[in-house]
């Protein structure tokens, strides 16, 4: 999570001295606009979307890409659960797929998943770590396939020299509390593709069509409201400048941390598809209960105990069941969806026996370099059935 401080007081200052609290103001430019304007540059991509949450970027970029009733999109097991809600949210339905000891979706299941129903594949890069995007979008493109990017927990991360949520059809980011840049709240659609922004802007926004955008020759639809207001854009308009310095904190942290685990017995430090750029390190146990052991300590975390990122704990998917049972996007699907946890063991194995280690984002020198020794006494302590 970046640090919060005066730069973000200094902007809320102005937007309240201004009295124009609304994003579209009479003013024009605003500080929402400058954030997309940064961002886009600073991902590559042509078109940036700031709205009010990462789920509905999500929403709104399924939307945009005209998903809907019938259609299929896969989901990683692993992801916040917002993940696989979203394409209910458009009359879709997910389908699940176990990810691999990388921690992200993986490219062999993803083939094994395919249907001709199948529309898009959501790529989540989780707790900034990257997904295979080569092999991704080798399949996409293979498949005539969407792929829709979901990096709300890697927002500024890079693979093999490229930001994620740039290298998709479109992308999602969040802006809460936990990510790599927040204000409270908020999300954010990236695009190339000009149909696809100008759908996007149509979806977040009911008076998108009197707001003076550019011409545009797509033909008005209804859509929701998941505006954000000045307040947000100017927050997120100073974090941004906090992103980098953040990015590569991590990144020279990361192979210090890193060298604690390498040669280890009973675990390694997991598999990165662009160790170059990581900023973030997971460890992978040979044994689920040294994984238990080892996240007791400081720092750590065993990510089969985080909750609503571990698909058996998806009760609002796994139910299928909906606000109106005519409005269920179960009732038109081509086919049953079956989410049988049997079918994900291998997602619930790696889970079990992967532990996140901190890298200290906001950690001083002093307070790393203790960190780095609580990790390195907590490896030397002998698991119990290793007791002589």
């Not at 009479?26 to 997309?36: H, L, N």
């Not at 598999?271 to 170059?276: D, F, K, N, T």
């Not at 901190?358 to 006494?377: D, E, F, I, N, W």
Request: aromatic letters at 6%.
């Amino acid at each position: 999570m970046s640090a919060v401080g005066i730069r973000e007081l200094v902007n809320l200052g102005r937007v309240v001295a201004r009295g124009e609290l609304l994003r579209y103001g009479r003013s024009g430019q605003g500080f929402t606009a400058r954030f997309e304007d940064r961002l886009a540059r600073l991902i590559g991509v042509r078109h940036v979307l700031t709205v009010n949450s990462g789920s509905n970027a999500l929403i709104a970029a399924m939307a945009a890409a005209g998903i809907g009733p019938g259609d299929e999109v896969l989901v990683p097991a692993y992801t916040w659960v917002a993940t696989a809600l979203a394409p209910l949210a458009v009359g879709a339905v997910p389908v699940l797929v176990n990810i691999d000891e990388s921690l992200t979706i993986d490219p062999r299941d993803i083939e094994r998943h395919i249907t001709p129903f199948t529309r898009a594949i959501v790529p989540v890069h989780m707790q900034n770590v990257v997904c295979d995007m080569d092999a991704i979008m080798a399949i996409a493109r293979r498949h005539r396939l969407l792929v829709i990017e979901d990096a709300c927990q890697a927002v500024g991360v890079q693979y093999k020299g490229r930001r994620v949520g740039g290298i998709g059809d479109l992308g999602a980011f969040s802006f809460n509390q936990h990510k790599n840049i927040t204000a409270g709240e908020g999300g954010a659609v990236l695009t190339n593709n000009d149909r696809y922004f100008e759908r996007a802007r149509m979806f977040h926004d009911p008076g998108a069509f009197i707001r003076g955008h550019e011409p545009t020759s797509e033909p008005l639809f209804s859509g929701l409201n998941c505006r954000v207001s000045e307040l947000t854009g100017a927050v997120l308009d100073a974090q941004l400048g906090r992103l980098e310095p953040m990015l590569r904190t991590l990144q020279a942290r990361y192979p210090g941390v890193a060298a604690l685990f390498a040669g280890q017995p009973h675990c390694r430090p997991s598999p990165h598809h662009s160790p170059e750029h990581a900023v973030a390190l997971s460890v992978l146990f040979d044994d689920p209960e040294e994984a238990r052991r080892f996240a007791r300590t400081r720092g750590v975390g065993r990510l089969i105990d985080t909750g609503r990122h571990v698909f058996s704990n998806w009760e609002a998917v796994l139910c299928k069941r909906s606000f109106h049972e005519r409005m269920n996007p179960h009732r038109w699907a081509h086919r049953d969806i079956s989410y049988d946890i049997d079918a994900y063991r291998a997602t619930l194995d790696i889970l079990a026996r992967t532990c996140r280690v901190s890298l200290g984002a906001q950690y001083p020198s002093p307070v790393m370099l203790l960190h780095k020794q609580t990790l390195r006494a907590a490896l030397a302590q002998p698991g119990p059935e290793r007791h002589d």
